[in-house]
């Protein structure tokens, strides 16, 4: 059964509309922003699946149109975007489909005080590309997942240095016909607390600790994860950030029983499977460490930022996993309209607790292209992308080969003051 529990996402989105339209006459005067853009591109993909299986290659288009809309006054801020992909490929219909994104953002400022909602719901596919997320790789057919979510948070400015956070997370995600492919519904959320101290103008070091848990409907498995982890924010120069925090987690787990078990026998009319019983309950507890780092680093004409994180994700396989990460990006501008970029993304996803599907991976994607802006409004992007992926339960590694025309309209941004 897919994870139905989106009422309170809803309730929250339009309470945030209601906030949206109704802030000018509280508030007095507010600037209203809207911006609407659309994306029309070119695919061509000999792999698409990512398949080690023979496959074809396919040409595609996507027409993207997309809306932002905001409202400003001194102390609100309320944005918010809506997209929608028409995505079809010729001489194979079953990979065409609609993607949507939608997100919506509240916050409001006082002296000490900052209270912030969001809520987010998107439509699209776990197929590995450009985008990437824990069930990246875990497929190899067209597979439609929906996720929604909602996450309210509180800061408080303790004193001029200090500062206190507390967010919670909540994220259903769901997957047309997913068992089918291994996918499973689940609910995620989780609560944390935040204390910082900027210590001075360039520094600030953070600790963080979070509890979380896990929910697969469809097999009733349940997790909690306790995890707590220091950090500091430095900027070097000008020019130049970092980031970086480490600490652990500790994860336990309940598979509960009555899943079936069957044992193959030899029989003069073939191999048959008979039921011999069912699984019972089994609890695994799981200690490790997690951190992330990141860099950013500005020239006059060039920008680069690398990221190296370990965490503990959700995803469709039916447990959190474990996911190692690595991001590189690198953007020279050529001329005031011409410009170049590398991205180089590794993902190594792995199961330390007894899950339903062995979706355990290690993925490699890497970009380039350049972007021409030939005038405000309109930009063409060209780009080459290569991805690699290889399963665990497979003896060979996939890859595939992509290549993206895309032609952007982006007019200028509208402001509005009453």
């Not at 380039?368 to 405000?376: D, E, I, K, R």
Request: glycine share 6%; with cysteine.
């Amino acid at each position: 059964m897919p994870v139905r529990h989106h009422f309170g996402v809803y309730v929250f989105m339009a309470a945030c509309l209601s906030a949206t339209l109704s802030m000018p006459l509280v508030c007095g005067a507010a600037e209203w922003t809207v911006e609407p853009s659309a994306l029309f591109g070119l695919i061509y993909n000999d792999n698409i699946n990512l398949t080690t299986q023979p496959h074809d290659s396919v040409n595609g288009n996507v027409i993207t149109p997309r809306l932002d809309l905001g409202m400003h006054t001194q102390a609100w801020q309320v944005t918010g975007s809506a997209e929608a992909s028409r995505i079809r490929y010729s001489g194979d219909s079953g990979l065409d489909r609609n993607d949507n994104a939608f997100s919506l953002s509240s916050a409001y400022h006082s002296e000490r005080n900052t209270w912030q909602l969001d809520a987010n719901s998107t439509r699209d596919t776990p197929l590995a590309g450009q985008q990437t997320s824990a069930d990246t790789g875990a497929v190899q057919t067209q597979t439609i997942r929906e996720s929604h979510g909602f996450s309210p948070s509180w800061t408080r400015m303790l004193t001029e240095n200090i500062k206190l956070q507390l967010m919670y997370q909540l994220n259903d995600t769901s997957y047309v016909n997913g068992q089918s492919v291994g996918l499973y519904d689940y609910r995620y959320s989780t609560a944390s607390t935040t204390l910082s101290n900027q210590l001075s103008e360039n520094s600030q070091v953070f600790v963080t600790g979070s509890y979380s848990s896990f929910h697969v409907p469809a097999t009733g498995n349940d997790s909690t994860t306790r995890s707590f982890q220091v950090g500091i924010t430095q900027n070097f120069s000008e020019s130049m950030k970092g980031t970086l925090q480490a600490g652990a987690r500790r994860t336990e787990t309940l598979i509960q029983g009555g899943q079936p078990v069957y044992t193959r026998f030899s029989t003069p009319f073939g191999v048959v499977l008979i039921q011999t019983g069912v699984t019972s309950d089994a609890r695994s507890q799981v200690t490790s460490s997690v951190f992330s780092g990141s860099l950013e680093k500005k020239y006059e004409l060039t920008r680069m930022s690398a990221s190296l994180s370990r965490s503990l994700v959700p995803s469709g396989s039916g447990s959190v996993v474990l996911q190692d990460s690595f991001d590189f990006g690198l953007n020279r501008e050529i001329t005031s309209r011409l410009s170049a970029f590398i991205n180089l993304n590794s993902l190594k996803i792995s199961n330390d607790q007894s899950n339903i599907s062995n979706n355990n991976n290690v993925y490699y994607h890497a970009e380039t292209g350049v972007n021409w802006a030939w005038s405000q409004e309109w930009s063409l992007n060209m780009s080459y992308g290569y991805s690699r992926v290889k399963r665990e339960s497979e003896d060979k590694a996939a890859t595939g080969n992509a290549v993206y025309l895309t032609l952007i309209y982006r007019p200028l941004k509208t402001s509005i003051s009453r």
